[in-house]
């Protein structure tokens, strides 16, 4: 991990290379390099820290003319983060060079094979060790690059999107992947490769996405792929539907706070064509083949990661109160290991922002291999989990860049509750009447955000309160509970405080010996058939002289004498205050860090796309 950037063709490669992997900076990393072929020979340079570290570094070697070259920037898996670990590396002969995201699992059996027969390591990473067995294998079997290739990834173990140049063919690069993402953009006479789309949109909007344990190679203009069984293909050649605009700040400080603002209209995207309440027409195209399965469904599982599993759980609610069908929400990384119980009656809903998450993606492949219907609910377009699942909705969202998810959420849980409008309707669970009353309300959604970002100079007046605190406490009921858990992972995520989510009444079961005078408690305490208890936990928390914020709905005035400070939000259905209630919570997230000076679009650790387990 974390990002791949290359390019062959007749400009220029470096500034495309640095361009692109700055497109790529949202996806997190901790080092960054590049290797070039030029007159001189094939040279590499890369520095540990952000592409402005790197870019000072190639400064200072003088000019640097390439028409060929690869870029990385790293997310450390194997050894620190350093300039000796960073991508790309060099093979024995530093004939070859390799970026790669990814984890080769067996590669301390390989590494100790590569020792005995002489080779040598300068750093800790798994990749060197691949590129080292690569040429290995091409020494011993004297046979091209592309064969060496092929027969080493029948023996490595684990995930990979590598692309190799050769010192020896000029012209040439050679990539391939298998469980992590890998774009190759066509333009003309020049190709682009990319771990997503995002740095190849400025130049060309045709991508091939290559698929698992396939080989492209790019030779003297022309692009093949190919399977690791050497058996040719017909790559598919899309047209990306992004627009350059879409992946730019447009203003705004960060991209996160882009992407808080622009939830009425992603949210509106999501719903335009499916949803209209006036006609009580609603269409979700990915369900059509599979409706049957759908409805018939004895269980519906739902499996996702981080945030995804969030608008999981609000799912869970919504599913079980609309079509009355059991759910289970599961951590994909738990599920997959776990040997669950499942059968052909399951209905499988895989959610992912990015549409790679290696969790989710093996989880998918384990439900599958047991007969179950897999629906993926995913942002990114041609990602791989569209790829694996037998139908799916895309959420519309727009390129989410700051690692911290914002409008992916309410987009999902947009999907999710039509899912279960729909499956409520077509089971007979939900009668016509309210199916249309709540038609309108989910239709009313985007303009009820709009009116809650208007809270957002009081949120930050809040923020500057407690900007210093060490710990923090949300809690919810009922649909709010799921809003809770997302509030504390915003708040950690980005501003490296420590918080908690909880059900509110699980407050007494430990979470209240924590409470003191400076810990603030967040409630999502909207008008809801829990109002009356959380009112009651309010109470519980003030009674200790606790500090009491409170996302409440328009015109409460209960909670308003009691609480420390109170943020309204428009009156919403119980069932989709989620989509409202999380708003204020990621704008107190997003300014407690700015004061607190982080980074908010690429957090310390953190990657946007977790392509490894």
């Known amino acids: 991990m974390c990002g791949i950037v290359a390019y062959v063709g007749q400009q220029e490669a470096l500034p495309i290379i640095i361009k692109g992997l700055k497109r790529l900076e949202y996806r997190g990393y901790d080092s960054a390099g590049v290797a070039l072929l030029d007159q001189k020979g094939l040279s590499i340079y890369k520095k540990k820290g952000k592409v402005s570290e790197l ?11 390439s028409k060929i070259g690869i870029g990385h920037t790293r997310w450390a898996t194997h050894g620190e983060p350093n300039d000796v670990n960073a991508h790309p590396h060099y093979s024995s002969s530093e004939k070859l060079a390799m970026i790669h995201n990814g984890i080769i699992e067996n590669y301390e059996v390989l590494k100790k094979d590569l020792l005995q027969k002489g080779y040598t390591f300068q750093s800790e990473t798994d990749t060197e060790v691949f590129i080292k067995f690569i040429e290995d294998i091409q020494k011993h079997n004297e046979c091209s690059l592309e064969e060496a290739l092929r027969l080493a990834l029948h023996k490595v173990v684990g995930a990979y999107a590598i692309v190799l140049i050769n010192l020896e063919e000029p012209d040439t690069l050679i990539a391939a992947r298998k469980g992590s993402p890998l774009v190759i953009g066509v333009g003309e006479d020049e190709y ?22 396939e080989i492209a190679v790019i ?27 879409a992946i730019e700040k447009g203003g705004y400080e960060h991209f996160m706070m882009k992407e808080i603002y622009e939830q009425p209209k992603s949210i509106a995207d999501c719903l335009r064509g499916r949803l209209d309440a006036k006609s009580g027409r609603l269409v979700l195209g990915g369900l059509r083949d599979y409706m049957n399965k759908f409805q018939n469904a004895e269980r519906i599982i739902i499996t996702a990661c981080g945030t995804s599993w969030h608008a999981g759980l609000v799912a869970e609610y919504l599913f079980e109160e609309f079509a009355r069908v059991p759910v289970e929400v599961e951590y994909a990384s738990e599920f997959r290991y776990r040997n669950p119980v499942i059968n052909d009656r399951d209905f499988v809903i895989a959610i992912s922002q990015s549409g790679e998450t290696a969790d989710t993606l093996a989880a998918i492949e384990l439900a599958k291999s047991k007969g179950a219907t897999i629906f993926g609910v995913c942002n990114v377009v041609g990602s791989s989990i569209p790829r694996a699942t037998h139908a799916g909705s895309y959420t519309h969202a727009g390129p989410e860049i700051g690692v911290a998810s914002t409008k992916a959420f309410t987009a999902q849980i947009s999907v999710l509750a039509m899912m279960a409008l729909k499956l409520g309707y077509q089971r007979g669970t939900l009668p016509e009447g309210r199916y249309i009353q709540l038609l309108h309300e989910l239709e009313a959604i985007p303009s009820k955000v709009e009116k809650a970002l208007e809270s957002n100079k009081q949120i930050e007046y809040i923020a500057s309160e407690y900007k210093d605190v060490r710990n923090a406490l949300y809690l919810g009921r009922g649909y709010n509970f799921p809003v809770a858990l997302e509030g504390a992972l915003k708040l950690k995520e980005i501003s490296y405080i420590h918080a908690e989510g909880y059900p509110a009444a699980e407050m007494k079961h430990g979470p209240i010996a924590l409470i003191d005078e400076e810990m603030p408690v967040i409630f999502i305490a909207t008008q809801d058939s829990s109002y009356e208890k959380v009112v009651s936990n309010i109470q519980e928390v003030k009674a200790r002289k606790g500090k009491v914020i409170a996302v409440v709905t328009e015109g409460d005035t209960q909670v308003r004498g009691m609480a420390d400070h109170v943020i309204e939000i428009p009156e919403t259905h119980e069932a989709f205050a989620p989509l409202v209630a999380v708003v204020p919570l990621q704008l107190l997230s997003y300014h407690i860090a700015v004061m607190r000076g982080c980074n908010v679009d690429q957090p310390r650790n953190l990657a946007k796309s977790v392509t490894v387990e």
Request: glycine share 4%.
């Open 55 to 65: 870019e000072k570094h190639l400064e200072s070697n003088g000019a640097i003319q």
């Open 192 to 213: 682009f490769l990319a771990s997503d789309a995002t740095p190849i949109i400025e130049y060309t909007n045709k991508v091939v996405y290559l698929d698992d344990y």
């Open 219 to 245: 030779r003297n203009g022309r692009l093949q792929v190919k399977t690791i069984e050497n058996v040719e293909t017909n790559p598919y050649i899309n047209q990306l539907e992004m627009e350059l605009e």
